[in-house]
């Protein structure tokens, strides 16, 4: 007892010791001066930062987790990579598997960059101790899934500043091409005007979203971890894809503004929903045999699983009204997909991007006069104001429509969302560089995720 008590107290010294030495003194954007550590892989995410390789990163990555399908899933996903047949990856996989996977990250110091993707039950508190530890932190979506789980991550960005570390969110839908578009569009008085405040019942910006757990990724059919659908876990509809969502509107509507959510922000409603699945379907997307008793909670009387993985949330940023909305369905109709539908009013446009049938479910944005006439004057203001898009983006041309233009995108902009993921990354390291994140991000993000944990407990009132 005596021998083992010494151990005990000298493997706290040391891990006191360890945790208290920096992780990296700063980056010069150096080659290989960024090593990757993953932390507990459960999303598929994880494996996606790790598509393409960075000159910055350096190949051997720390992978720690418990041991598991999930981690085995991601060891997989870098295994394509590694073996694909065109341009493959060099990514080497150190792995420790164990319980105690957290307290040996912390302790054995391997990296100075974490990645999160997983449970996000958990991810909050990974976070907060890993910036407390001296990790850079670059996380996926969402930071959090409740207040508490808001609170916590207070106090990490908190830690983030004192300990000279960046902690920043994985937001890929910056980089869609009709997002950003619409965005330099918002930006030009002479075809958008100037952005309407609108009304809670007629709102100046609307973005929906309908998602589907059957899906394909990189050519194969997405095997769901099973703790997926629990919403403790993964956290409800109105909590998760609604992160994304909730940025573009602070990112198109206020670009590089420092938002402040205890004065910005106001939401006044909310609601969530089920999505019904089929003891069947939960089979086929998870690969498992059975329900977990984690999941017997949702279990209806007819014996399918209701997930609330749906919601809506109405709210005014800076007094301009918007809403924002998510479905989940259990899968697209036969040759159909994700669809998105964006609409921001401008006193003289309306910027419009839509992903329906009618577009091939590929992402359009259309220009439409705000007053629904289709006037020559207004064409030709268009094409006037339009010429500094092109120098922008170049190919990128109009086309006019009944309802007045679409724009004309060349394939080579649509790289698809798991290329996004590579941008955030190049964009993240170069943050690493400078040292610094933009002004504007920190509290942006804590302005994110103070709307979606406020209209997740106002749904939960109502």
């Known amino acids: ?38 932390l507990d892989p459960g999303h598929f995410h994880a494996a996606l930062i790790q598509k393409e390789m960075y000159a910055q990163v350096d190949p051997e990555v720390y992978i720690y987790a418990p041991d598991g399908p ?8 870098i295994k394509g990579f590694n073996t694909r047949s065109e341009n493959p990856t060099q990514w080497n996989s150190n792995i420790y598997l164990g319980d105690d996977y957290l307290e040996q990250m912390l302790l054995q110091r391997k990296g100075n960059l974490v990645v999160l993707a997983g449970n996000n039950s958990k991810k909050t508190s990974y976070i907060k101790k890993s910036v407390e530890a001296g990790y850079n932190v670059l996380a996926d979506k969402p930071m959090v899934i ?25 937001m890929t839908e910056r980089y869609e091409i009709t997002s950003q578009l619409q965005r330099e569009m918002a930006l030009m008085p002479e075809v958008f005007g100037t952005l309407e405040p609108g009304t809670p019942d007629n709102p100046s910006v609307i973005k929906e979203s309908v998602h589907h757990f059957f899906k394909y990724v990189a050519g194969s059919v997405l095997q769901r971890p099973v703790w997926y659908f629990d919403v403790n876990q993964q956290g409800e509809g109105i909590i998760d894809v609604t992160t994304h969502l909730v940025d573009l509107i602070q990112w198109v509507c206020f670009p590089d503004v420092v938002l402040d959510y205890t004065k910005d922000v106001d939401v006044y409603a909310a609601r969530r929903w089920p999505t019904v699945v089929t003891p069947e379907q939960f089979m086929t997307v998870t690969g498992t045999l059975e329900i977990p008793e984690f999941l017997h909670k949702d279990i209806a009387a007819d014996g399918d699983l209701n997930i609330y993985a749906n919601g809506e949330m109405q709210y005014a940023l800076r007094g301009v009204h918007a809403r924002v909305s998510v479905i989940w369905d259990y899968a697209a109709p036969q ?3 994700d669809t998105h539908y ?24 259309f220009i439409e006069p705000s007053t629904g006439e289709v006037s020559d004057s207004w064409l030709q203001q268009v094409v006037a104001g339009f010429t500094s898009v092109e120098s922008m983006f170049p190919g990128v041309g109009l086309s006019q429509v009944e309802t007045g233009y679409v724009l004309d995108i060349p394939q080579s902009y649509r790289i698809g969302h798991e290329a996004h993921f590579a941008q955030v990354a190049a964009k993240y390291l170069r943050f690493l560089a400078e040292g610094k994140l933009p002004v504007w991000e920190v509290p942006n993000m804590l302005t994110k995720y103070y709307t979606t944990t406020r209209a997740l407990q106002l749904a939960h009132e109502k």
Not at 150 to 162: G, I, K, T, V
């Open 1 to 38: 007892m005596k021998n083992l008590i010494i151990t005990n107290i000298l493997f706290a010294m040391m891990a006191f010791a360890s945790c208290n030495q920096p992780v990296q003194q700063g980056f010069t954007g150096a080659d290989g001066e960024v090593r990757l550590i993953t």
């Open 70 to 77: 999930d981690v085995k899933l991601h060891l997989n996903r």
């Open 146 to 170: 409740d207040q508490n789980s808001f609170e916590m991550l207070r106090e990490a960005f908190d830690l983030a500043a004192r300990n000279n570390v960046l902690l920043y969110d994985v």
């Open 335 to 337: 040759g159909g997909g």
């Open 342 to 365: 964006s609409l921001m009013r401008g006193t003289l446009s309306n910027l419009v991007i839509r992903q329906g049938e009618a577009e091939g479910y590929i992402p359009m944005l």
